[in-house]
């Protein structure tokens, strides 16, 4: 079976390095040539990963507290998603798009090495960088696949012919990250140096910081305290990176690639289009604040959050009537849409410098470092106009503080439902019951209850193996909490 790739219209180019995608067509012995064959296969992951912003928001927004849908959308599989009403055939479980991610990073690490030999002008140098790149979506991937599925099949080797398993049984979750974390380690020494690319490619194409962010998430998951702390730390001795004052705190987001951005999916419209403006606009009908967002930033009701509230994180249509406004506007004023020829242009922020410091703040406050973690949270808050909090010297008050100022600062950045997750998860699910409660907070009183059954056991929260994929996978194993 030949690996057919996707086409190929033009030369790398650094200002616009996401239009640069592998040939179609080609038979294999005619590609891997040449550096810049290799450099394709690395930016189809880019493209492909990218591309899948929309799917990114719904993993990490959707079962979360702080998004809800119109009636009109019921019947769509992102409201089944929401209401913990999952099936095998649901969409959402489809996890062939993460694959082709993957595909695409084995097959630069496979290759390249083999290229380099045949081509006089690709550099010890260059192939690291690329593989280093290769790495990391690999390993974002994954980490994704885990978090929203638990096990799943652990692919290393490229789909290039019949050989290759094509009825892979699943690896255990805490193995795939136990690999690749060390993939990571072994490569960020390598990595390239963001302050010698290109604002975009800085931003959008991954570097040591990139994986270092990585390995904070990955550890932090793993409650590996210590690990997160030092990974953290080494991005935010890298001055490259600078929290916005809070007068700039919108320019995270429009026009994005912020002094403290680590690692954004670019988009520039018309050329490369998001699907988060089409799911949060004015006339979507689609994702929508909850009561609990509205809440928290709208001013009717109270909210003092004046740098991310109303008009920032979102927008007052009228009363009671909010849009998302983060991939929206134009400006932080909740009235300044982006004009039509970059409607679909904001980025998707993986990873922010914000990010890494409630990470660390996190990590200190589970080893019992309440002052440290204490002092994190009041420069976030001071940061966001808010004043500091008075919190118990506790690992569960620290936790609390922490998830919330995540939830204020990062709202609708497809983090909320994995932050809650390692709540979830943390001490042997010793706060469960904490967590199905912020869960059920967002939905009608009369569907609590049912909701409230249906997370009760943690194997709800993960996805099913879709349907067609068990069909035809016979070596893969359900999620018993789905086989009924």
């Known amino acids: 079976m030949i690996f057919v790739f996707i086409a190929l219209t033009m030369q790398f180019s650094c200002s616009n390095f996401l239009e640069l995608v592998p040939p179609s067509g080609l038979i294999r012995a005619d ?12 930016m189809g992951a880019y493209s492909s990963f990218a591309g899948m912003n929309g799917d990114l928001f719904t993993y990490g927004e959707a079962r979360g507290d702080m998004v809800t849908a119109p009636s009109n959308w019921q019947g769509s599989d992102q409201f089944k998603l929401m209401q913990s009403n999952i099936t095998t055939d649901n969409s959402l479980c489809n996890w062939a798009k993460f694959y082709q991610v993957i595909n695409y990073c084995n097959e630069v690490i496979k290759n390249a090495p083999e290229v380099q030999k045949i081509d006089g002008t690709f550099n010890d140098f260059q192939l690291k960088g690329i593989m280093s790149e290769a790495y990391f979506l690999r390993g974002l991937s994954y980490f994704y696949l885990v978090r929203i599925f638990k096990d799943v099949p652990f692919l290393t080797e490229p789909s290039v012919n019949d050989a290759v398993n094509f009825y892979p049984t699943q690896t255990k979750g805490e193995d795939i990250l136990t690999a690749i974390l060390k993939d990571l380690n072994d490569c960020r020494e390598t990595a390239s140096d963001p302050s010698l690319k290109s604002l975009a ?110 008009g920032s994180s979102i927008a007052m249509l009228s009363k009671d009537n909010y849009i998302i406004w983060k991939y929206v506007g134009f400006a932080p004023d909740g009235r300044s849409a982006r004009p039509t020829i970059i409607q679909n242009s904001a980025n998707w922020i993986v990873y922010r ?48 503080a922490i998830l919330d100022e995540r939830c204020l600062e990062f709202a609708f950045e497809g983090k909320r439902w994995f932050d809650l997750l390692r709540m979830g998860r943390r001490n042997n699910f010793a706060r469960k019951a904490k967590f199905i409660e912020t869960i059920i907070s967002a939905i009608p009183s009369t569907q609590k209850r049912v909701l409230s059954a249906k997370l009760t056991n943690s194997l709800g929260w993960y996805l099913p193996v879709f349907k067609s994929e068990a069909e035809h996978n016979l070596n893969l194993v359900q999620n018993p909490y789905y086989t009924f």
Not at 356 to 366: F, N, R, T, V
Request: proline letters at 4%; hydrophobic letters at 40%; a negative charge.
């Open 31 to 42: 590609f891997w040539k040449t550096k810049e064959d290799v450099q394709s296969v690395l």
């Open 201 to 310: 490619e800085a931003k959008g194409r991954a570097t040591k910081a990139s994986i270092d962010a990585l390995i904070a998430d990955i550890s932090l998951w793993n409650f590996d305290y210590e690990g997160c702390i030092t990974a953290c730390d080494r991005i935010i001795s890298n001055t490259t990176y600078q929290m916005v004052p809070y007068s700039q705190w919108f320019s995270i987001f429009y026009p994005g690639n912020s002094l403290e951005g680590i690692f954004e999916f670019q988009f520039m419209d018309p050329d490369q289009k998001n699907s988060t403006y089409g799911m949060t606009n004015q006339n979507a009908h689609q994702y929508i604040p909850s009561q609990q967002a509205a809440d928290l930033f709208g001013f009717d009701n109270g909210s003092l959050e004046k740098t991310r509230g109303q």
């Open 353 to 400: 410098l914000t990010d890494i410091y409630l990470m660390k703040a996190e990590a200190l406050s589970q080893l019992n470092r309440f002052a440290e973690a204490k002092a994190i949270l009041d420069m976030v808050r001071l940061r966001a106009q808010v004043d500091p909090l008075a919190i118990a010297d506790s690992p569960s008050a620290y936790e609390d």
